[in-house]
């Protein structure tokens, strides 16, 4: 005999939702099998003015789904059944086989949702948290049990995609091939090998111009009285070392490294190493390519010796025989390009430096001296710095205090 003991499935409709005629369905949070308590939501409705939650009338298993997300609906219109929670479906008769008396297998229970597609397994709670957050629940693994989405889930999903977005992808961080062409079929072209110096500097300014976030000044310093200064002493001694302006601008430097010690300095790690002594690099034009041979404790040379010592490390590396160990060491350079022309540049810094000055060729200015425009020799510096060890104030401060000293040498003796 069957077992009638079952309560019916009942109707779940719209509630009294006012004077609002129309609502729509934006989601169904619930699935045919789920089981909710009293007041779990069901559907969400939205209409003009707000967006609601149909709660369960009680406890129960979901059954038929009655509406589909987007459809229009109104007080009274149903949308889903449910049947009670504690009754139980009938069970099956038994059939007397002539032989044997036979049982069919138990009903199967039902299939636990999963997630697929656009459609999640999670609770009402955790779809409201999941709106609050913007996320597709789709997206989200789910840890419960049958796959249930919930509230850890979340917040494990958002940590996840915020370290995702913070790392770089492969894509960022490996540049593109570099274009193979084929230039001689565009008209006749020569091949000629690259220089060994260009060979093993081209790369470390790719790193240098990659790694170090650049930033450079531009300035001007009056070298009117300086270059004057620098004639005299030539005359004074025509046989001797000739002084040029770049050992008046090795001098200058030593004093505004003394002043602003952090130009002065290296990366290493999490680390800032402040160097006590003073090494000056400076950029030397050669046949095979640019070399950057390192001038001595420049704190300890006269202007001659440090003019000896340049004219001395440019001719070796003119010739090619400077050695590594003359290259290495520097604490700043500098790369003058004065003999040949410009209004500046900005020059790539020598790692681990800090910073490099770029100098171009001096030309008359009028300048106001607070009189009158005066004709003024006027000597155009860029100053090219790491922004992760000197901040922008710093380095005008720089470049200034620079510009003083070339303006007026006197103040190295103060």
């Known amino acids: ?17 006012g004077d609002i005629r129309n609502a729509k369905i934006i989601e169904i949070l619930v699935r045919p099998g789920d089981v909710v308590a009293a007041n779990d939501s069901l559907v ?4 003009d003015k707000a967006t609601l939650e149909v709660p369960a009338p009680t406890a129960g298993m979901v059954g038929e789904i009655l509406v589909a997300a987007g459809d229009s609906v109104q007080q009274g219109t149903m949308l889903l059944t449910l049947t009670p929670q504690g009754s139980t479906p009938a069970k099956a008769p038994v059939v007397h086989a002539p032989s ?13 949702p999963t997630i697929t597609g656009g459609s999640a397994y999670a609770g009402p709670a955790v779809r409201k948290l999941a709106r609050e957050f913007g996320l597709d629940l789709a997206q989200v693994a789910g840890s419960g049990e049958a796959g249930r989405v919930q509230a850890e889930d979340l917040h494990r999903h958002v940590q996840q995609t915020i ?3 913070a790392q770089p992808t492969q894509a960022a961080s490996t540049p593109p091939p570099w274009p193979v062409i084929d230039f001689a079929k565009f008209g006749p072209v020569e091949r000629q090998s690259l220089s060994r110096v260009r060979r093993i500097s081209g790369p470390a300014l790719s790193r240098n111009w990659a790694t170090i976030p650049h930033v450079t000044n531009f300035d001007e310093a009056d070298v009117t009285d300086l270059e004057a200064l620098r004639q005299q002493f030539n005359a004074r001694d025509p046989s001797g070392p000739r002084i040029t302006m770049l050992s008046f601008l090795i001098k200058a430097m030593v004093a ?31 046949p095979n390519g640019l070399l950057v041979p390192v001038v001595r404790d420049v704190d300890r040379k006269g202007l001659r010796d440090i003019s000896a010592e340049i004219a001395d490390l440019a001719l070796q590396a003119r010739e090619g025989r400077i050695r590594q160990p003359d290259m290495e060491g520097g604490c700043i350079s500098i790369s003058s390009l004065g003999g040949i022309g410009g209004l500046g540049f900005t020059p790539i ?7 490099i000055l770029g100098v171009a060729r001096a030309a008359m200015k009028p300048v106001w001296n607070g009189q009158e425009f005066a004709p003024s020799l006027m000597l155009p510096l860029s100053l090219s710095w790491d922004h992760r060890v000197v901040d922008g104030a710093e380095a005008a401060r720089f470049l200034v205090h620079l510009s003083g ?10």
């Open 405 to 414: 000293l070339l303006g007026d040498f006197r103040q190295i003796l103060l």
């Open 100 to 112: 044997a008396v036979v049982a069919p297998p138990p009903p199967a229970a039902p299939a636990a």
């Open 1 to 17: 005999m069957p077992d009638t003991h079952m309560a019916p499935a009942m109707m779940v409709p719209v509630p009294d939702i």
């Open 349 to 355: 810094i020598n790692a681990p430096e800090v910073a």
């Open 44 to 47: 969400l409705l939205e209409t």
């Open 256 to 286: 505004t490294l003394r002043r602003f010690p952090n130009f002065n300095a290296a990366l290493d790690g999490d680390e800032l190493v402040l160097k006590q002594y003073f090494h000056i690099g400076f950029a030397a034009d050669t």
């Open 163 to 165: 370290a995702r977005a």
